[in-house]
Every structure is written in C-alpha cells, then in structure tokens.
T-cell receptor, first 115, second 113 residues
Framework: DAGVTQSPTHLIKTRGQQVTLRCSPI?????VSWYQQVLGQGPQFIFQ???????GRGNFPDRFSARQFPNYSSELNVNALLLGDSALYLC??????????????FGSGTQLSVL | DAKTTQPPSMDCAEGRAANLPCNHS???????VYWYRQIHSQGPQYIIH???NNETNEMASLIITEDRKSSTLILPHATLRDTAVYYC??????????????FGKGTRLSVIA
C-alpha cells in the first residue's frame, strides 16, 4: 500500500515568493496534519485538517494557510516567504476518527530552501 | 513546549541492547507515552506507546516506571539501521484526533559497528 506522498521533494524559492506544497494521505485516512521541522529541532505542528475542515492550528503566522480537498489530499501554502521559512515540511495522515491512541503516519517531507 | 526530557545523544554497539531514557515527571493520568523515531531524510515513524504497563512489539519494548514519571525505550538488538533521532512524546488518551504531537529535540542514537 502507498504511504503518505508529498510533492515536491525539494524546492528552492526566494524571499517574498509564495509556495504550495502537496500531500496525499494513506488510502482511507481522512485527516492530514502539517509540521515544520527546522534543522536541529523536532517537528512543530502547523495545521490539522479533517473532513475538509481545519481542526487545529499551531503558533504560525497568517502567511501559512492550508486546505483539504474532497479526496482528502491537502495543500500547504506559504506567502511572502522569509529566510526563516527554510525547513523540512512534513505531512502526516491518520484515520481521523475518535479513537484511542491514534497513530500518525508521516511522509518524507518537502525540503524548502528560501534564498 | 515538550513535556519530556531526553539526553541529546547516545551511542550503542551493534547487536547490543539500546536503552533510551525519557523523563516525563509532569505526566497526567490520562496521558500516554509515545515513541517515534526519525531516520535521516525521512519523516518520523511510530514505534510504540503505553500508559502504565510495559509494552512490547516487533520493534521495541517500553518500560514505564510505577510512578509513570519516566520510561525507557529498549531496542533489544540494535543494528546500524536503528541509527536515528528518537522522540519521546506524551499525549492524551482517547484523542479526538485534534491533539497534535509535541516533539522535543529527541535523542540522537548512533549505532556503531
């Protein structure tokens, strides 16, 4: 079975530009979460979406936005890029049901470099 | 902020058991202990979780102290492929799906041949 797929794998942008990252969850999973991981740190939560609705948001500026589509895939958008946005962006999928101890399954991420 | 404290790095000889400690002295009664690991250039991978009893699966064992203030992840026979950053995370049980994982810096385990 296919795992979580993210595209592109690598991306180079310049300051002020906008970027869109894409994620396809595991088949049957209805929830997608986005995390940002800067070098040397653990991943930080950005957003969670379930059934096309935002269910959680981390401490990130409004330049960050996301959406989930009817097929449960998701996009993360970042506007007005800053050098500090350079990071590995991880997508995680889960069933999204009210279950005990739901596990997250992560993709390999998109490495974004802002010059 | 992460609710756990882990040593920044550890070494382990190949074939030996790797014992990774985690302190979670403020854990609540409804919080589980989760372990994820992240191999270089990949996303985090779920390993194991537990509430108060010791747990074992095909990847690892989890030993939780009786007062639940600390735990140890055990990789019984470490291989070079176990070299990774290991994250210990506490998270509420019966999660509605809305509670994100809060990662700290983890422990960088190096398995040495």
């Amino acid at each position: 079975d296919a795992g979580v797929t993210q595209s592109p794998t690598h991306l180079i942008k310049t300051r002020g530009q906008q970027v869109t990252l894409r994620c396809s969850p595991i088949s049957g999973h209805k929830s997608v979460s986005w995390y940002q991981q800067v070098l040397g740190q653990g991943p930080q939560f950005i957003f969670q979406y379930y059934e096309k609705e935002e269910r959680g948001r981390g401490n990130f500026p409004d330049r960050f936005s996301a959406r989930q589509f009817p097929n449960y895939s998701s996009e993360l958008n970042v506007n007005a890029l800053l050098l500090g946005d350079s990071a590995l962006y991880l997508c995680a999928s889960s069933l999204g049901q009210v279950v005990n101890n739901e596990k997250l399954f992560f993709g390999s991420g998109t490495q974004l470099s802002v010059l | 902020d992460a609710k756990t404290t882990q040593p920044p790095s550890m070494d382990c000889a190949e074939g030996r058991a790797a014992n990774l400690p985690c302190n979670h002295s403020t854990i609540s009664g409804n919080e589980y202990v989760y372990w994820y690991r992240q191999i270089h250039s990949q996303g985090p991978q779920y390993i194991i979780h537990g509430l108060k009893n010791n747990e074992t699966n095909e990847m690892a064992s989890l030993i939780i102290t009786e007062d639940r203030k600390s735990s140890t992840l055990i990789l019984p026979h470490a291989t070079l492929r176990d070299t990774a950053v290991y994250y210990c995370i506490v998270r509420v049980a019966y999660d509605s799906g809305n509670t994100p994982l809060v990662f700290g810096k983890g422990t960088r385990l190096s398995v040495i041949a």
